[in-house]
């Protein structure tokens, strides 16, 4: 499975060069003293066992760093980010079982907002696979399952780590990776009577659980993604 908007590095530090790599730096700098980036997915799920799910990027403490930063690209990375971006929804909307496809762009930034909602849990993993240029068979992995009463979601942390070692993909240093989060948010339409995860997962409400890991440890396959609930 290939993983979507995962730009070469290659390209991307030739754009910071040639527009001022000095000011990203202390732009970033200044950022990792004043808060942090969390990629947030939003699972909720209904009593049908249809449901919406969102990825959206969030910022705390420095709002301003993705526009600040995004400013000092190299135009041609902007256009080149923005036309994979709509590829991926063109290939959404061509999807069966997949509706009401919401997202901001986000000018200079890529995609920060992205949503949609899905009429059970195999057009959800066709929908993920179809993002990422591929289709899923019979062999292929579940992102996520929807029972009557449970809900199981893999544990990709490995599957991105071999991922990026196959394409040999250069990775930001950690004191970047360190300052962005992966968290997961699952909704039930009743409330949750047992949850299992590879960490521990925060109960917010009776209906809503999360988990929140430090993007190093996803991408190195360090910790497991994967959670169990049931309801």
Do not use: H
Request: net charge positive.
């Amino acid at each position: 499975m290939r993983f979507p908007i995962l730009l070469k590095t290659q390209d991307l530090n030739r754009s910071l060069y040639t527009t001022g790599l000095k000011s990203a730096i202390l732009l970033l700098t200044l950022f990792l003293f004043t808060g942090c980036i969390e990629i947030v997915e939003d699972i909720t799920v209904n009593a049908d066992r249809s449901g919406t799910v969102s990825y959206r990027l969030e910022t705390s403490g420095a709002g301003g760093f993705i526009n600040g930063l995004a400013s000092l690209l190299d135009v041609s990375v902007e256009d080149n980010v923005r036309r994979e971006a709509e590829k991926l929804i063109r290939a959404l909307q061509d999807q069966e079982g997949i509706s009401n496809i919401g997202y901001n762009l986000g000018g200079r930034s890529g995609i920060y907002f992205l949503q949609f909602d899905f009429s059970n849990y195999r057009s959800f993993n066709d929908a993920l696979y179809a993002i990422s240029g591929n289709q899923k068979t019979f062999f292929s992995p579940g992102y996520i399952k929807i029972g009557r009463s449970r809900i199981r979601k893999l544990n990709f942390s490995p599957l991105l780590n071999k991922y990026i070692q196959k394409e040999g993909l250069e990775l930001p240093s950690p004191l970047i990776t360190d300052n962005i989060n992966y968290k997961s948010v699952i909704r039930t339409p009743a409330d949750i009577k047992r949850v299992r995860s590879g960490v521990t997962a925060n109960q917010k409400s009776p209906r809503q659980t999360m988990q929140k890991f430090m993007l190093t440890e996803v991408i190195n396959g360090e910790v497991n993604t994967g959670i169990k609930v049931r309801y």
